[in-house]
């Protein structure tokens, strides 16, 4: 029994460790859309049509991302913002945007 608990802990933490591998690629993504978008204008067509293709579903999903409409409208949502993943993901942006939200509430 005890074997079997440490295969599965095992296990369990390799799927944690490839999930964020997977998570690292979209973040990739995102990056070189978002660079796309600055360079060429087209950021938000180009993470689209990397997630509707076959490899863009398939690493969204290993991820850990459903693959539907919905988070295709979010990516492009994201890189139409401009905002790199790097910073987006900071605490200084998020406590920025957190007083940039309460400031819109107050007024």
């Given at each position: 029994?005890?074997?079997?608990?440490?295969?599965?802990?095992?296990?369990?933490?390799?799927?944690?460790?490839?999930?964020?591998?997977?998570?690292?690629?979209?973040?990739?993504?995102?990056?070189?859309?978002?660079?796309?978008?600055?360079?060429y204008g087209?950021?938000?067509?180009?993470?689209?049509?990397?997630?509707?293709?076959?490899?863009?579903?398939?690493?969204?999903?290993?991820?850990?991302?459903?693959?539907?409409?919905?988070?295709?409208?979010g990516l492009?949502?994201?890189?139409?913002?401009?905002?790199?993943?790097?910073?987006?993901?900071s605490r200084?942006?998020?406590?920025?945007?957190?007083?940039?939200?309460?400031?819109?509430?107050?007024?």
């Amino acid at each position: 029994m005890r074997d079997f608990v440490d295969g599965s802990a095992f296990n369990f933490e390799q799927g944690q460790r490839a999930r964020k591998l997977f998570a690292a690629v979209v973040l990739a993504a995102l990056d070189d859309a978002i660079a796309d978008d600055k360079k060429y204008g087209n950021g938000p067509e180009q993470i689209a049509r990397w997630a509707r293709s076959r490899d863009g579903r398939e690493v969204l999903s290993c991820a850990g991302i459903d693959p539907n409409e919905r988070v295709v409208k979010g990516l492009m949502e994201f890189v139409s913002k401009g905002v790199r993943t790097s910073v987006a993901l900071s605490r200084e942006e998020s406590e920025r945007r957190m007083a940039a939200e309460a400031e819109a509430e107050a007024a």
